[in-house]
């Protein structure tokens, strides 16, 4: 064939690329296009795990903000009480069902303080012209627990009076973390933050209605403002008054009439103040019912265990480990020793029963819901299956909201709580760990090669670090009187630990109001002698001093990402708790 | 290949106006075809170029706000630790004061001899300069010895007894997990104006600086923690990390070494007014909104011409670099920088007796640019 009939039938047709240079052309462009595939790929990625970081970073700033503005208006009126919870008694729990490498011993601790301010209830207002509010509110932050959906609990109407602590019948169907059910895995968890108002007792609470013949609901222990309300914030207490309950035709709910319990996650107005809780406490003695707390048992263990740890271990240290309630040492372990007393009644402020079951996988929590089971009522929570709830009974839809109303950081994987009398390690020997803050909590390593423990924890095994270890108060001395010395913060004044097998997963710190302890501890843990200088004492400084607060709590929080459950990031708070007024410098 | 070639480009040169050719349509030739994909790939890479810039942003933004979370954190340490009763605690001679009560309680009523005598009293000049409210840095420890690696020391380096620490372990977040942010800080005295009357417990002032880890750290089979912290101190210090790591002229290396094999501590650094930098109002009672005739060929300059770069005078107001600018006619080298907010004319304007407490002095950045910058004030 000629060139020129080649043009010629070219010419009759378009002139395209030849094979080659097609191949050309596209190995060049693939070559390209799998380079940018690759940087595209990587940004992607780089862009997708930012993003997910900056959405954790943000979640967690919010965190931040509302645990600092708590912490900050904590009210130096109150107690703090700390409850160190290895869930399931330190068993491992993965994140999620995929990711069984996630899997370790996780923390779910519980923190309850007080605030003051203006607090109004966060239910929906049956009458508008009626609000439940105070002046005062106990906060609580911790895990609550979902219920298992296949019971027929979890659809029914949720009740304001169960579950009750005192009753082993009322069986809650909440698995309790790491159990198979709807808490199994960490990602799932929800952290609550539940804010229970103090509306004032009973006595001083509004009773007066607003136009005649309009209010047939007055307040009463147990409503108020057309509300539900605990009679106290002690479980025991809530559970077991008023003596006398108010009829049904007085109660905007109507009967059958029960106690409400914050445990029912229902409930967030109790009638009670300040000043009624710390009566209470400072005054407590055993709960009027005896066995409601297996207090006796965990006594008798922690005499005996206290005695081979401190009485015979340190040379010179005579503890004494509870303030006698006559004159003279206490020779046996009264179970109704003050500061006991007082630290179960602080336990018993939690809003749920911990302890009770915690050992046989039934701990108790707060109810928690990620949605209203049933919040039109149609699947039946209003008694009838597919009807849904009467006008008649608006707070039926407003109880169901209530179950996801407190939910503070769904996801939470992990809530650790720590706190720190301020003291920093001196110890020559090990160079790594002075001048680092040591922080008391339940037995935890730290990264950073600091070893978390309780107050006073490791004289056992490090009686060297005592010095730094102890928190003492100087009080300074009187000319003529008794010589300066430095009282020593006994740590039975802060702990307390529930009986059993649970002791190595469960710890609780207790601060309270005022320290039964003063002044029989000096820092060596000799005595402080004669019962006329302990009289000077006592005269100059007052009868009691402060319960020693800590300075600083340390919240760790771990965040699942719901769209990835196998990534989880971890959050640090030191915050500074409000100091109590003293007039002696700790 | 070539023949094919030929016979295309006689075509071509057969083909125009001629009515014996007629009109055809004919395809790119391979040069235009790669000019075209070099061309689109050029403007590709440049999309892909914007990338980088859009996670920078993104990781300043995620930094901005990890960064309040630390500094707050940092806040509640400094201000609620016994830094001094654990100072006391490992004081060897007793009766001796700690370093943080020597900078804390004034000796200005003291003699003049026993004020020069006071060791850890000043140790960035005359006791007088300290007493104006000056920003002191502490030094960081870099060799083992009593105190572990990193330590903030406060205090005469001289003498241990009079030093007090805050260990790299505390200033790490997060305590536990992967650290992700160091935090330092500097002193100075809150001067109550009571001078006279002998030794009296002044307030201290942090300013605490809040940077991220350096991102190019190289770690080998160890984890970041261990190369930093070197917990059970089997590390040579060649081998160990800083989290911040600078060269001999406190310049950043961003691998935590001192860009020769070794590690080095970027501390916080002080740049002084008429030395390092100039202030000058436009008009009397006019705000200052730039500093002026910073010197970018000296390490300091270069280090506070940064974009976002944060200052601290020692009035205790914090100021961000918002623009860099080269004045027309300026030396080589010098540029000023636009601050914000500005600063009242006041700070500058000396009134009779000299520059005094009232008066800009220094102004205190840390070398990277930080993530956040608190003030709190301490008690130890």
């Keep these: ?586 | 290949m070539m023949k094919r070639l030929n016979s295309t480009l006689r075509y071509r040169v057969c083909l125009p106006g001629s009515a014996k050719c007629p009109a055809i349509r004919r395809g790119f030739s391979l040069i235009e075809l790669l000019v075209a994909i070099i061309i689109l790939g050029l403007g590709l890479l440049g999309l892909a170029a914007l990338f980088p810039v859009v996670i920078r942003e993104q990781r300043i933004g995620t930094d901005n706000v990890l960064g309040v979370t630390v500094s707050n954190s940092a806040r509640a340490t400094l201000t609620s630790t016994s830094w001094e009763r654990g100072c006391r605690a490992w004081s060897s001679t007793s009766g001796t004061p700690s370093a943080w009560a020597m900078l804390r309680d004034s000796t200005n009523g003291l003699a003049s001899g026993a004020r020069a005598s006071a060791p850890g009293l000043a140790p960035n000049g005359p006791a007088q300069e300290y007493e104006l409210g000056q920003w002191w840095i502490p030094e960081i420890t870099e060799s083992v010895g009593l105190w572990p690696v990193g330590t903030t020391m406060i205090g005469d380096p001289r003498i241990n007894d009079r030093k007090c620490g805050v260990p790299l372990a505390t200033r790490i977040y997060p305590n536990d997990g992967e650290p992700q942010m160091v935090w330092d800080f500097a002193i100075q005295r809150v001067p109550d104006f009571n001078f006279n009357t002998g030794p009296d417990r002044d307030r201290l002032r942090a300013a605490v600086f809040v940077r991220r880890i350096d991102p190019r750290v190289r770690i080998g089979s160890r984890s970041l923690r261990e190369v930093l912290l070197d917990p059970d101190g089997t590390l040579p210090l060649s081998e160990r990390r800083f989290p911040v790591g600078a060269d001999m002229d406190n310049l950043p290396t961003l691998d935590g070494s001192n860009g020769n094999g070794g590690a080095g501590y970027a501390k916080l650094m002080v740049a002084t007014y008429q030395t390092d930098f100039q202030a000058r109002s436009a008009a009397a009672g006019a705000d200052i909104t730039r500093l002026t005739d910073i010197d970018t060929e000296e390490p300091i300059g270069r280090l506070m011409a940064q974009l976002g770069q944060k200052f601290v005078d020692n009035l205790g107001n914090i100021y961000t670099v918002i623009e860099i600018e080269t004045p027309p006619g300026a030396a080589a080298g010098l540029v000023d920088i636009r601050i914000s907010p500005s600063m009242p004319e006041s700070a500058i304007r000396i009134t009779a007796g000299g520059r005094g407490l009232r008066n800009l002095q220094q102004l205190l950045f840390s070398p990277q640019v930080p993530a956040a910058v608190v003030l709190t004030e301490i008690d130890p």
Excluded at chain 1, 541 to 559: C, D, F, N, V
Aim: net charge negative.
């Design chain 1, 1 to 586: 064939m000629s060139p020129l009939h080649r043009a010629d039938m070219t010419s009759r047709r378009a002139l395209g690329f030849s094979l080659v240079e097609m191949l050309v052309a596209v190995a060049a462009l693939s070559l390209i296009a799998l380079g940018l595939a690759r940087v595209f790929a990587a940004t992607g990625d780089t862009l997708r795990i930012g993003r997910r970081v900056s959405r954790l970073n943000e979640y967690a700033a919010m965190i931040e903000r509302q645990l600092r503005q708590d912490v900050q208006a904590m009210s130096t009126d109150g107690f703090v009480l700390i409850r160190h919870r290895l869930a399931d008694d330190g068993s491992n729990i993965a994140v999620s069902s995929l990711s069984t490498q996630s899997a370790r011993p996780r923390r779910v601790d519980e923190l309850v303080f007080f605030e003051e301010g203006q607090f109004n209830s966060i239910r929906d207002a049956v009458n508008p012209m009626r609000q439940a509010g105070g002046s005062a509110a106990r906060v609580y932050i911790g895990h609550g627990l979902r219920w298992d959906q296949s019971s027929r609990d979890y659809q029914n109407a949720p009740r304001v009076d169960r579950p009750r602590a005192a009753s082993a019948t009322d069986v809650v169907p909440a698995p309790a973390f790491g159990i198979a059910g709807p808490n199994q895995f960490a990602g799932d968890w929800i952290l609550l933050r539940h804010l229970t108002v103090l509306s004032g007792p009973e006595t001083t609470a509004r009773k007066a209605p607003l136009m005649s013949g309009a209010d047939s609901f007055p307040d009463s222990a147990i409503q108020v403002g057309w509300q539900p309300a605990l009679s106290s914030v002690f479980q025991w207490e809530a559970e077991s008054l008023p003596d006398t309950l108010p009829t049904a035709a007085s109660l905007v709910r109507g009967g059958p009439v029960g106690r409400p319990v914050s445990a029912s996650g229902l409930v967030d107005v109790a009638t009670t103040d300040l000043t009624e809780i710390r009566s209470t406490i400072t005054d407590a003695r055993a709960p009027r019912v005896s066995g409601i707390r297996n207090i006796s048992q965990s006594i008798d263990q922690d005499l005996a265990e206290d005695e081979a740890i401190l009485g015979s271990q340190i040379p010179g240290v005579a503890y004494r480990w509870v303030l006698p309630r006559s004159a003279g040492r206490l020779g046996t372990p009264d179970w109704d020793a003050p500061v006991r007393a007082m630290q179960a009644w602080m336990v018993d402020a939690l809003p749920a029963a911990s302890d009770i079951g915690a050992a046989s996988g039934q701990e108790r929590r707060v109810r928690a819901e990620a949605l209203p089971p049933d919040y039109l009522g149609t699947i039946g929570a209003s008694g009838v299956e597919g009807q849904a709830f009467q006008e008649t009974q608006p707070w039926r839809r407003t109880d169901q909201t209530m179950l996801t109303a407190s939910n503070f950081v769904p996801g939470c994987s992990e809530f650790i709580v720590e706190w720190s009398f301020g003291n920093v390690y001196t110890d020559a020997a090990d160079p790594d760990l002075r001048g680092q803050i040591i922080w008391h909590g339940l037995e935890r390593d730290v990264a950073d090669g600091t070893q978390v423990l309780p107050y006073l924890g490791n004289l056992l095994t490090d009686p060297q670090d005592r010095a730094a270890q102890q928190y003492t108060i100087d009080v300074p001395s009187i000319t003529g009187a008794f010589a300066a010395f430095r009282y020593r913060v006994p740590h039975e004044l802060i702990h307390y630990a529930p009986p059993g097998t649970m002791r190595d997963s469960t710890l609780y710190s207790c601060f309270g109001y005022v320290d039964p302890f003063w002044p029989y501890h000096d820092a060596g843990g000799v005595d402080l002698n004669t019962a006329a200088e302990r009289a000077q004492i006592l005269g100059q400084y007052g009868q009691s001093i402060p319960w020693a607060w800590p300075k600083l709590i340390r919240i760790t929080i771990t965040l699942s990402d719901p769209n990835e459950p196998n990534v989880e990031q971890t959050y640090q708070y030191v915050l500074e708790v409000p100091k109590r007024p003293g007039r002696i410098k700790g």
